[in-house]
């Protein structure tokens, strides 16, 4: 008994996701979502390369070696994720953004510290910092495992848009052919 009131009410919580929440413009509303989230994802990981350069603790070519890196891991692993993930599209696409995301917070809790920080000359002649550092060494001792999540999440973000233009759009173009100039015209508009 307790298993068919189980069954029933799945069968009637699925029946409410497909006919209300699952639907194909509300799919596409969420892909857009999600390819504007790791574009700014992947433009705050260069952001914070460059900033990591600006205090000194790495050098600027970094930030070009790791573009270079993302769009050869792109290039080269873009197409496996591609063909991979064509059967199981939803799937694919739903783990590539979780795994981008959790690289990007975990990049975001990193803490950061300044080398220098900016001071400002108050009128009586002393001088006020925005940020007081407890260390006294001007070593920042997170710069390597900061770098390499940074790395890892730049190379997840150009694979996450990969799978959004792979998985998320041919599942739109599937379900709704008609509009598929549409759908590709709305996230041009995106990026």
């Known amino acids: 008994m307790t298993g068919c009131v189980f069954v029933t009410a799945y069968k009637k919580l699925w029946y ?8 194909v413009p509300r799919f596409d509303l969420f892909l857009q ?9 992947e433009t705050n990981v260069y952001l914070l390369l460059r900033r ?9 070519i970094n930030e070009d070696w790791v573009k270079l890196g ?5 290039f080269i692993l873009g197409a496996a ?3 991979w993930g064509r059967t199981w599209r939803n799937l694919a696409l739903s783990g590539c953004l979780g795994i981008t995301a959790a690289s990007g917070l975990i990049v ?3 803490p950061y510290e300044e080398s220098h ?10 001088t006020i910092s925005a940020y007081f550092s407890t260390s006294t060494t001007p070593e920042d001792t997170y710069v390597s495992a900061r770098t390499a999540f940074l790395v890892l999440t730049a190379v997840l973000c150009a694979l996450t848009k990969i799978s959004v233009w792979a998985h998320g759009l041919t599942y739109l173009d599937d379900h709704e052919p008609q509009n598929g100039p549409y759908f590709y015209g709305k996230f041009i508009m995106v990026i």
């Open 81 to 83: 994720l591609g063909w």
């Open 52 to 60: 990591n350069a600006g205090t000194g603790f790495l050098r600027s």
């Open 117 to 126: 920080p900016l001071a400002v000359e108050l009128c009586g002649g002393g």
């Open 70 to 74: 993302s769009a050869g891991a792109e």
């Open 33 to 41: 979502g999600a390819l504007l989230i790791v574009v700014l994802l």
């Open 16 to 23: 409410f996701l497909r006919t209300y929440i699952l639907t």
């Open 108 to 110: 975001l809790a990193f």
